[in-house]
T-cell receptor
Framework: NAGVTQTPKFQVLKTGQSMTLQCAQDMNHEYMSWYRQDPGMGLRLIHYSVGAGITDQGEVPNGYNVSRSTTEDFPLRLLSAAPSQTSVYFC??????????????FGPGTRLTVT | SQQGEEDPQALSIQEGENATMNCSYKTSINNLQWYRQNSGRGLVHLILIRSNEREKHSGRLRVTLDTSKKSSSLLITASRAADTASYFCATDYRGSTLGRLYFGRGTQLTVWP
């Protein structure tokens, strides 16, 4: 299993440009999520999905869109990049919640700089 | 915010010493998890402790949970230079949406050879 993969690893955008961060997992996990990590801020949830066709907002969704057409893929779109979106982005997936709890599996991250 | 908060923010020790980090949280939980992040990498799950458990071990890791104080601690015994990383606690709050996890800001651990 490759686990959770993310592309690209690094990206530089100019203000106003759009792009899509790719995320894929091969563990057949229903739940996938996107986080951003900024210095001193921990991880903040952007969007999440509980299955194909179902997405919802996290705590910092503005400026980002997601869709989930398959179980495997969960792309994150930046509609019009702003310097405030300079961050490291992590995609994560996990199996369905159960009484035993669960762990999240994280991708390696995408480091995005918006100039 | 419902984030857990780790303490201390940074910890520096010598190889062979024990490292203890703490996490405090605000409301009742289903479980609490600890993750490690090496520099420039994604987070890796270390251990999960459920609300009805008080202590859990995994190799050199020992996690305790005190639900009356709403706190948890992570102990790494006989630290190695390879343990240098950031450590995050993540809480699964009761009543949270679909098992969403809330992450703290992390403790940066440096282990000197």
């Amino acid at each position: 299993n490759a686990g959770v993969t993310q592309t690209p690893k690094f990206q530089v955008l100019k203000t106003g440009q759009s792009m899509t961060l790719q995320c894929a997992q091969d563990m057949n996990h229903e739940y996938m999520s996107w986080y951003r990590q900024d210095p001193g801020m921990g991880l903040r949830l952007i969007h999440y999905s509980v299955g194909a066709g179902i997405t919802d907002q996290g705590e910092v969704p503005n400026g980002y869109n997601v869709s989930r057409s398959t179980t495997e893929d969960f792309p994150l779109r930046l509609l019009s990049a702003a310097p405030s979106q300079t961050s490291v982005y992590f995609c994560a997936s996990r199996p369905p919640r159960s009484g035993q709890g669960y762990e999240q599996y994280f991708g390696p991250g995408t480091r995005l700089t918006v100039t | 915010s419902q984030q857990g908060e780790e303490d201390p923010q940074a910890l520096s020790i010598q190889e062979g010493e024990n490292a203890t980090m703490n996490c405090s949280y605000k409301t009742s939980i289903n479980n609490l998890q600890w993750y490690r992040q090496n520099s420039g990498r994604g987070l890796v799950h270390l251990i999960l402790i459920r609300s009805n458990e008080r202590e859990k071990h995994s190799g050199r890791l020992r996690v305790t949970l005190d639900t009356s104080k709403k706190s948890s601690s992570l102990l790494i015994t006989a630290s190695r230079a390879a343990d240098t990383a950031s450590y995050f606690c993540a809480t699964d709050y009761r009543g949270s949406t679909l098992g969403r996890l809330y992450f703290g800001r992390g403790t940066q651990l440096t282990v000197w050879p």
